[in-house]
T-cell receptor, first 114, second 116 residues
Framework: DQQVKQNSPSLSVQEGRISILNCDYT??????FLWYKKYPAEGPTFLIS?????DKNEDGRFTVFLNKSAKHLSLHIVPSQPGDSAVYFC?????????????FGKGTRLHILP | ETGVTQSPTHLIKTRGQQVTLRCSSQ?????VSWYQQALGQGPQFIFQ???????GRGNFPPRFSGLQFPNYSSELNVNALELDDSALYLC???????????????FGPGTRLTVT
């Protein structure tokens, strides 16, 4: 039972254009969402996060949008650059009293084309 | 400021054996989380330690156990290894406090475990 789904295994975008990576979730109790980026042979790197009480968070070229009614979030990268080519993971956090859980999607591989 | 380091980088073990993986957290971080990443999958949460106590656990059997030390470094122990335990094991550190654990985590490069 996959609670966090990234349905596109890969995405190709022209350099300079907008990249949009999508993520769907099933558990309405998730209260925090994050995006991580991963290069080969390295651990994931934190990119941007959003609390469930917000619908948008922006940091430079990266913007995350959260649609709670649709249980959907997306990461927008504008403009896309060659260094953005990587695997992007969406993650969701379920906070407990003493028992936090974090669930990752399977990732989307982004290719930025010259 | 030192980043998250993991050792060893690669390891080959035989089914039924035991393994210990190690992680040094980023300077100033008091929380460590461990993940298993199989090929083509996202990281799967194993457990998390905050100030030397387990603070959360994913769907992993008890043969996966951990420790966090007073300097906030951590170990992941896996007993009775199975072939399906072959994966990349990632450690991530972050800062926790009264407001809760931060999930803006810093990941290490991982330990690649192969069970034959």
């Amino acid at each position: 039972d996959q609670q966090v789904k990234q349905n596109s295994p890969s995405l190709s975008v022209q350099e300079g254009r907008i990249s949009i990576l999508n993520c769907d979730y099933t558990n309405s109790m998730f209260d925090y969402f994050l995006w991580y980026k991963k290069y080969p042979a390295e651990g994931p790197t934190f990119l941007i996060s959003i609390s469930s009480i917000k619908d948008k968070n922006e940091d430079g070229r990266f913007t995350v949008f959260l649609n709670k009614s649709a249980k959907h979030l997306s990461l927008h990268i504008v403009p896309s650059q060659p260094g953005d080519s990587a695997v992007y993971f969406c993650a969701a956090v379920l906070r407990g009293n003493r028992d936090d859980k974090i669930i990752f999607g399977k990732g989307t591989r982004l290719h930025i084309l010259p | 400021e030192t980043g998250v380091t993991q050792s060893p980088t690669h390891l080959i073990k035989t089914r039924g054996q035991q393994v210990t993986l190690r992680c040094s957290s980023q300077s100033g971080h008091n929380t460590v989380s461990w993940y298993q990443q199989a090929l083509g999958q996202g990281p799967q949460f194993i457990f998390q330690y905050y100030r030397e106590e387990e603070n959360g656990r994913g769907n992993f059997p008890p043969r996966f156990s951990g420790l966090q030390f007073p300097n906030y470094s951590s170990e992941l122990n896996v007993n009775a290894l199975e072939l399906d335990d072959s994966a990349l094991y990632l450690c991530a550190s972050s800062l926790g406090g009264l407001a809760g654990i931060s999930y803006e985590q810093y990941f290490g490069p991982g330990t690649r475990l192969t069970v034959t």
